[in-house]
């Protein structure tokens, strides 16, 4: 990546997390005596190579006024929006001058990403953009329309080859990725990721290859898995 490009990391975390069951958003939840969003944050706030990190969040969200990094220097907070896709819109248009910047869009729960991961996707070439992802590597079964008791029938297996799992970060061109998500949403169309709105442009951004450790947390289970995870790092 050139260096006259500044880099903004943007993270949307106007989301409940409704499959957690806690009774509180996830990104609020406790990992190893922070919360999630101030692990998926960090890793962004001492690097010289971020020159701002925007959280967008909801508009009722009083958690953040009790987050260490609250008042931190770089941090810019923004009212997200109803879906991912408008939390990540509100994000950008709050970048002043995007032409010549490139936005990091990272889950809020996130916590596990590696740094040596992240560099890697600031290495791309292609002004197109890219996503850290791994390739997928169990074998894949399509649900049946109709259930037996309580559980699906296999409708068939899906061919893995050349499939990966999407993570965050995923990078782009501040003004390219604000352009495709408004069109995408004025279109209706299904936005599951920035690069999915990228790709409905158009464009093919790159795959670089991540790690499994690099886990987005969902279920309660995955609490315990990322601590290990945050564990085996700090002891590096």
């Given at each position: 990546m050139k260096n006259n490009k500044e880099?903004?990391?943007?993270?949307?975390?106007?989301?409940?997390?409704?499959?957690?069951?806690?009774?509180?958003?996830?990104?609020?939840?406790?990992?190893?005596?922070?919360t999630i969003l101030e692990r998926s944050i960090e890793v962004f706030l001492d690097k010289p190579e971020i020159g701002k990190v925007i959280i967008a969040v909801a508009s009722d969200d009083e958690?953040?006024?009790?987050?260490?990094?609250?008042?931190?220097?770089?941090?810019?907070?923004?009212?997200?929006?109803?879906t991912r896709a408008e939390s990540v819109l509100n994000g950008l248009k709050a970048i002043d001058n995007p032409e010549n910047k490139?936005?990091?869009?990272?889950?809020?729960?996130r916590p596990c990403v590696r740094w040596a991961d992240i560099l890697r996707l600031l290495a791309i070439e292609n002004e197109q953009g890219a996503i850290l992802a791994v390739p997928v590597v169990d074998t894949l079964k399509r649900q049946h329309?109709?259930?037996?008791?309580?559980n699906y029938a296999i409708s068939e297996t899906v061919d893995r080859q050349g499939l990966w799992q999407a993570q965050t970060p995923q990078f782009f061109p501040a003004s390219t990725l604000t352009t495709a998500l408004e069109q995408a949403l004025h279109e209706g169309k299904n936005i599951t990721d920035e690069a999915s709105a990228m790709e409905l442009a158009g464009f093919n951004p790159e795959l670089v290859e991540?790690?499994?450790?690099?886990?987005?947390?969902?279920?309660?289970?995955?609490?315990?898995?990322?601590?290990?995870?945050l564990s085996q790092q700090q002891e590096k």
């Open positions: 880099i903004i990391a943007l993270i949307p975390a106007a989301g409940v997390g409704a499959r957690m069951g806690k009774g509180i958003a996830k990104q609020y939840l406790q990992l190893n005596g922070k958690n953040i006024k009790g987050l260490g990094c609250f008042f931190h220097p770089k941090i810019q907070w923004v009212i997200g929006g109803e490139w936005v990091l869009v990272h889950d809020a729960a329309a109709t259930k037996i008791g309580e991540g790690s499994k450790t690099n886990l987005k947390i969902t279920y309660p289970e995955d609490l315990e898995l990322a601590e290990f995870y």
